[in-house]
């Protein structure tokens, strides 16, 4: 019998696996994401169910079907040989995902005997009809795979743990999932702010869950450190490095530890540790590129800095960041810390052109927009000396209205150099009308009103200051 294509696709988007959630190739660098889940299958022994079916999908978007059937038919294995009296209510994602990936290779038989194999056990499973199912495990799935498909999925991968957990708090595989979500939400809001506790919580219940799991002991350590007690802190990466001291996750969060007390030395060694074991891993190679830039900016302030040590770590940590970027080109971030790196060695074109190659992105994610807007004023302000470019990309970081700690530090910059101006008098209509725009950004109505009223004392028929003057008064 032929099957509807239509009927059967209608089918397939009712189901919930990997193909329904919207994942996108888009938010992550595929060949990045597949290494760091070959990575993670190798190191990890317990159950990989979640990574087959990630990975499925991973060869799915890099055409390689076949692959991605082979890796469902390992996620299959590993149901049988850690839940084998719950294969149908572990299946289900494995299940969907098989649907998708015959009905992609034209194979709508198969394709169809998944569909009905799901919407079987759904039946049998719950009460409702239909293949839409609210189970715990395929929540915590959904989790599991935001988490790995970029930074705009934090919040939405928090609340499929949440869900997860309705149904079983005390699961200790979803509690992980939560509080990892949780944890890397909360590493780019202000620092500092009321949300800082219930990480805290969530973290220390996953660690007394899991207490096997030394990524949420590390996690746990750079929660504290952020809470200025990284002597508690390091407490608990110490007992990770007993307990795994060949697991690569948690070498990288113990180095980025390390780094962030300024133990530089001690970070290196276990990135380089962590290199040996996993050579690919986009994040050891820009910790080594965070952390060779740091050695650089502290031998610079030597009165005389031993040149050849300097050129040395500048090519490395050229080599790494560049490394990163090849392999990952969404990494952002990394394209700030080369330039930032590029300065430091005066190499000053290459680091605009690095610059100019991000800032022209209109798929920057916002809190590495900001990073980038502040990295990059900072370069015009201290390094090329232009102190007009710096204000314009400090406005730019501080237009990203999300509360964090680099648009506090945007903010603080260009009043500075305003300030500055202004007291010496050499401040001219431009300067006030600026001024204007940073109060009325940061939300200081009054303030901005005496700004504009200024500018246009000095520039009486500026359009932009007379409108926005008028816009202000209208909004008190």
Not at 311 to 317: C, F, G, I
């Amino acid at each position: 019998s032929t099957i509807s294509k239509d009927s059967l696709k209608a089918s397939l988007l009712q189901l919930e696996c990997h193909f329904t959630w919207n994942l996108r190739k888009e938010d992550v660098g595929l060949e990045a994401l597949e290494e760091t889940i070959l990575d993670h299958i190798k190191f990890v022994k317990e159950c990989n169910i979640t990574d087959y079916n990630i990975l499925s999908y991973v060869c799915y978007l890099k055409n390689s079907n076949e692959e991605g059937l082979r890796n469902l038919q390992k996620a299959e294995e590993a149901i049988q040989k850690h839940h084998p009296d719950e294969i149908a209510r572990r299946s289900l994602v494995t299940w969907g995902n098989y649907a998708w990936i015959y009905y992609h290779m034209q194979r709508y038989e198969e394709a169809q005997t998944y569909v009905s194999k799901v919407e079987n056990s759904c039946k049998m499973l719950s009460s409702t009809a239909h293949g839409k199912i609210q189970l715990p495990e395929v929540y915590a799935a959904q989790g599991w795979a935001l988490l790995r498909f970029g930074r705009k999925n934090y919040e939405k991968a928090m609340d499929c743990f949440a869900n997860a957990l309705k149904s079983e708090p005390d699961n200790p595989d979803f509690n992980a999932g939560y509080a990892i979500a949780m944890f890397r939400l909360d590493s780019f809001t202000e620092r500092g702010c009321e949300s800082m506790g219930p990480c805290l919580e969530a973290l220390k219940r996953a660690v007394e869950l899991n207490p096997n799991n030394t990524t949420l002991l590390a996690l746990l350590a750079l929660h504290l450190q952020r809470l200025k007690q990284g002597n508690e802190g390091e407490r608990y990466i110490e007992e990770g490095l007993q307990k795994t001291p060949d697991f690569p996750v948690f070498l990288r969060y113990a180095a980025s530890f390390y780094r962030k007390r300024g133990e530089v030395g001690k970070a290196v060694k276990i990135l380089k540790k962590a290199l040996a074991l996993t050579p690919n891993s986009v994040i050891v190679h820009h910790q080594l590129g965070l952390c060779y830039k740091f050695k650089i900016i502290q031998l610079k302030k030597a009165r005389y800095p031993p040149q050849e040590e300097v050129n040395n770590l500048l090519e490395l940590a050229i080599f790494h960041l560049k490394t990163v970027i090849h392999k990952k080109p969404v990494f952002f971030c990394a394209y700030g810390d080369l330039g930032n790196v590029y300065a430091l060695g005066k190499r000053y074109e290459e680091a605009e052109e690095i610059f100019q190659e991000v800032l022209q992105r209109n798929d920057v994610f916002w809190s590495d927009k900001q990073e980038i807007c502040f990295s990059y004023a900072n370069f015009q302000r201290f390094d090329m000396k232009s102190e007009s470019k710096a204000i314009k990309y400090y406005i730019e970081g501080l237009k990203i209205e999300n509360n964090s700690y680099r648009r506090k530090q945007c903010s603080e910059a260009v009043e500075k150099l305003l300030n500055q101006k202004i007291s010496s008098g050499l401040g001219d209509a431009t300067d006030f009308g600026t001024f204007g725009l940073v109060h009325k950004l940061n939300g200081k109505k009054q303030e901005a009103i005496e700004c504009y009223e200024k500018a246009i004392a000095l520039d009486p028929s500026n359009e932009e200051y007379l409108n926005a003057l008028a816009e202000l008064q209208l909004s008190i």
